[in-house]
């Protein structure tokens, strides 16, 4: 479904990414980890067309190349991309934000069927319809984000640390609603520090280091590989 | 003053401060989105009256059209200073675009000067008709009302533009945010020359009205009203489109009763206000500092 291959990226001078290839397969959970700065974000950003890509680089999503197609066409093909630090708009109501959510969408007709879906899956959200969206919490927040994010129905959807700066117990629920997104039809490109949760949900897995992919596997087997247990599961 | 003689000033005070209104929008629509202060905004202001000039004197239009035409005009002038001029520093620093806006308005001011001549140029008589009006015992005339109609016609449409309709939803998704904006699907660099478009249109508009008003334009007319329409855009908060409207009609109405008790003071008076502001409430009336939540 997604091909990104020989991917590099340069920020200046700075090397960004070094020749990176991952594959994502239609239905699947695919995360990539790796430390802070190790070129997560700028992966997912390239993909999304927000940073450019050096020539050579190729993205293809269902057999078409997307390094050329500037950013704001890129949610028409099917791809959402919930950025890393959830990038709500914070002035606006929570249901403003849905709304820019499906903001791609040709068929707006159907968008009750879409609110139903975001508020099962976030109820909390439906409470809040009228809320600015600067005022949630944290998790609420996150939970914006990704409901935002399945307005548009996409194919896949690309999520950047969802984990990050939310309460042992909230990751846990938002890594849940994970799992019930991608059963319910849509693959995940997971980037995440939070090693050990990314690979217990994960179907496979690539471990990024210094913008290069130093490893790739089934989740199951690298969460019991011993280099990715000391790098970033905690011994 | 007997409050007769208040309510005439408060109509003339709340026509001026409506035309600071519909210049300062365009100054905070651009900073909102662009988070540029945009020198060469009164200049469009001033091609906006040229354009008015030209369609009533050589088209013979009446004042709508005029209007139209004006609005049109200094709307694909502004569209095309941020093409040619804003652009291409998207990513550069912001000294540098407030730099190159500097530069943008002496190219107008001296350019329109070169090309048109510097001797003022005064509208038709005949574009709207001065009459008196008596509302019971406050005497005003049709101009200041008019005026003032207008403005708020327009203001009442930009509202609707920007709260109601997508293209509106987009411009405040890129005020906010140009990535997250541009993951939503937003043509970034189209709205942002759509706003550009709007908010030149509006100064297009204040041009003709205080062509009319005043009757005497020249290519160095935008400078005064530039400056008094900034401070406003910043007493209300800058990049807040209410701020800018609120902002407008206060300073128009401090002015005109400033310059009722003592003229001297009448051309001081903005940058008063505007050094006032900066001490007490840098953030403008409407403005807060705002916390956000990673």
Not at chain 2, 223 to 242: E, M
Request: aromatic letters at 8%; proline letters at 4%.
């Amino acid at each position: 479904m997604l091909k990104v291959s020989h991917l590099n990226v340069f920020y200046g001078g700075i090397h960004a990414l070094d020749d990176v290839n991952i594959e994502v397969k239609d239905g699947e959970i695919v995360t990539l980890i790796g430390a802070n700065g190790a070129g997560k974000t700028s992966t997912l950003r390239a993909i999304s067309g927000l940073v450019d890509t050096a020539p050579g680089s190729s993205i293809q999503f269902d057999g078409q190349e997307l390094t050329k197609v500037p950013a704001h066409k890129i949610p028409y093909l099917g791809i959402s991309h919930v950025p890393e630090g959830r990038r709500i708009f914070a002035s606006m109501t929570v249901q403003e934000n849905l709304q820019l959510g499906a903001y791609c969408r040709k068929d707006k007709n159907n968008l009750a069927q879409d609110y139903k879906t975001v508020f099962e899956k976030f109820p909390r959200l439906k409470e809040r319809m009228k809320q600015r969206a600067g005022t949630l919490s944290g998790g609420e927040q996150q939970m914006l984000a990704m409901g935002r994010a399945l307005m548009s129905r996409p194919k896949i959807m690309l999520m950047d640390e969802p984990s990050m700066g939310l309460a042992p117990i909230i990751v846990k629920e938002i890594f849940s609603i994970i799992q019930s997104i991608n059963k319910s039809g849509t693959t995940i490109l997971l980037v995440e520090q939070n090693a050990n949760m990314a690979l217990s949900i994960a179907d496979r897995a690539y471990v990024i280091e210094t913008g290069r992919i130093t490893m790739e596997g089934k989740a199951s087997e690298l969460i019991n590989n011993e280099a990715v247990k000391k790098a970033y599961l905690g011994g | 003053m007997t409050f007769v003689e208040f309510l005439q000033q408060l109509i003339n005070g709340l026509s001026l401060g409506s035309v600071y209104a519909l210049i300062a929008l365009g100054y905070t629509m651009v900073y909102g989105i662009i988070g540029l202060i945009n020198f060469a905004h009164c200049d469009i202001y001033m091609v906006g009256a040229y354009i008015g000039f030209f369609a009533a004197t050589s088209l013979h239009l009446p004042f709508i059209p005029t209007l139209i035409l004006a609005m049109a005009g200094a709307g694909i002038v502004g569209v095309l200073v941020e093409r040619i001029a804003y652009r291409p520093l998207r990513k550069a620093s912001n000294i540098s675009l407030l730099i190159t806006a500097m530069g943008v308005s002496l190219l107008l001011e001296n350019g329109f000067n070169c090309i048109f001549g510097g001797d003022p140029r005064s509208y038709p008589h005949n574009i709207l008709k001065q009459t008196n009006i008596e509302l019971g015992p406050v005497h005003t005339d049709s101009l200041h009302l008019i005026i003032l109609t207008t403005s708020l016609v327009l203001m009442v449409l930009l509202q609707i533009i920007i709260y109601r309709t997508k293209i509106g939803k987009a411009m405040r998704a890129t005020s906010a945010d140009k990535d997250a904006a541009a993951l939503m699907g937003i043509n970034v660099n189209a709205t942002i020359s759509a706003t550009f478009a709007i908010g030149s249109a509006l100064a297009g508009a204040a041009g003709v009205l205080v062509g009319i008003l005043y009757n005497s334009i020249d290519p160095y007319m935008g400078i005064q009203p530039g400056i008094k329409a900034f401070t406003a855009a910043v007493f209300g908060g800058i990049g807040l489109i209410p701020g800018a409207f609120l902002g407008g009609l206060i300073l128009g109405v401090i002015e005109t009763f400033v310059t009722a008790w003592y003229s001297p003071l009448a051309g001081a008076i903005g940058f008063i206000i505007l050094i006032i502001i900066l001490i007490i409430k840098p953030s403008g009336l409407l403005g807060k500092k705002v916390s956000e939540k990673v």
